[in-house]
């Protein structure tokens, strides 16, 4: 069955440093999201990606935050200059009709 | 915009019984998807089952079925013969197909922590 895959599984970063989160979408799908879970609560929105520009954003998603998808199969989120708060586990997903989520980053700012 | 409600933070059953997991949501939509996704202690985000809104027959998969009330907005997730495996926590979501701002974007509730005795 076909996943979306997120690089790296895990990183650490020193707080002010900026980190890109990678995500290979499946293939064939159109629409391209990226959501966040902060340790012991619910996954919140960041942003939507469709036709090569964001169709939505959250309030969380800043100037700090940016999306692109640089070669046509990435899909990737940089965050400037990362935050303590900024700790979370990302997730990537793509969809056609539902979603599929992907195994998720969890960064850990220092 | 819509919300979800999960009013059950923790639950547990002992294995082999079954636990029904309550989710409620509220949205003036009338196409869109449910979801109930597993989350592990690893993280990842696991999908459990998915249910069409225009879809009355309630989806199953396996040991997973749901209990889909459109008119009342009710979600729920039966879990048959407990596995310890199953523990987990478990989040109902909702997804807005249809054209706006809201869609593709899904909403998740807080989650409720299963665990599965022994």
């Known amino acids: 069955e076909p996943e979306v895959t997120q690089t790296p599984s895990h990183q650490v970063t020193q707080m002010g440093q900026e980190v890109i989160l990678r995500c290979v979408p499946i293939?064939?799908?159109?629409?391209f999201y990226w959501y966040r879970q902060i340790l012991g609560q619910k996954v919140e929105f960041l942003v939507s990606?469709?036709?090569?520009?964001?169709?939505?954003k959250s309030e969380i998603f800043d100037d700090q935050f940016s999306v692109e998808r640089p070669d046509g199969s990435n899909f990737t989120l940089k965050i400037r200059s990362t935050k303590l708060e900024d700790s979370a586990m990302y997730f990537c997903?793509?969809?056609?009709?539902?979603?599929?989520f992907g195994s998720g980053t969890r960064l850990t700012v220092v | 915009a819509q919300t979800v409600t999960q009013s059950q933070p923790e639950m547990s059953v002992q294995e082999a019984e079954t636990v029904t997991l309550s989710c409620t949501y509220d949205t003036s939509e009338n196409n869109y998807y449910l979801f109930w996704y597993k989350q592990p202690p690893s993280r990842q985000m696991i999908l459990v089952i998915r249910q069409e809104a225009y879809k009355q027959q309630n989806a199953t998969e396996n040991r997973f079925s749901v209990n889909f009330q459109k008119a009342a907005k009710s979600f729920s997730l039966k879990i048959s013969d407990s596995q310890l495996g199953d523990t987990a926590m478990y989040f109902c979501a909702f997804m807005n197909l249809g054209i706006g701002v809201d869609a593709g974007k899904s909403t998740f509730g807080d989650g409720t922590t299963l665990t599965v005795k022994p």
């Open positions: 990606f469709y036709n090569n520009e964001i169709s939505e």
């Open positions: 997903a793509s969809r056609v009709g539902g979603y599929t």
């Open positions: 293939s064939n799908h159109l629409y």
